[in-house]
């Protein structure tokens, strides 16, 4: 059994910088793609990255550019840079691996952007 445990969220103002980070409690492995959900008040989740197991990367067109996601196999962990914070990025931010029919969740880690 895996379990993810997102940090690094907090409150910033407008074009400041954060960096999430996902630790797997069990060994993720270098064969899980994982990526980074978010989810405002009163609206869905929304996928915002992911990185694969051969470490390409793609991103919702709203973060292009200002986020970016990446791995480190050695230390189960999966980190969200996120720089030039916009209001509209205040949300809980999620992290999930999936591989074959396994799929994991954390349980979210809140970032607000507001002066």
């Known amino acids: 059994q895996v379990q993810l445990v997102e940090s690094g969220g907090d409150w910033v103002q407008p074009g400041g910088s954060l960096r999430l980070s996902c630790a797997a409690s069990?060994?993720?492995?270098?064969?899980?793609?994982m990526a980074w959900y978010r989810q405002s008040p009163g609206k869905q989740r929304e996928w915002v990255a992911t990185i694969s197991s051969r470490s390409s990367t793609s991103y919702v067109d709203s973060v292009k550019g200002r986020f970016t996601i990446s791995r480190d196999n050695a230390k189960n962990t999966v980190y969200l840079q996120m720089n030039s914070l916009k209001p509209e990025d205040t949300a809980v931010y999620y992290c999930?691996?999936?591989?074959?029919?396994?799929?994991?969740w954390g349980k979210g880690t809140l970032v607000t952007v507001s002066s």
């Open positions: 069990g060994s993720i492995g270098s064969s899980y793609n």
């Open positions: 999930n691996g999936w591989y074959l029919s396994n799929n994991y």
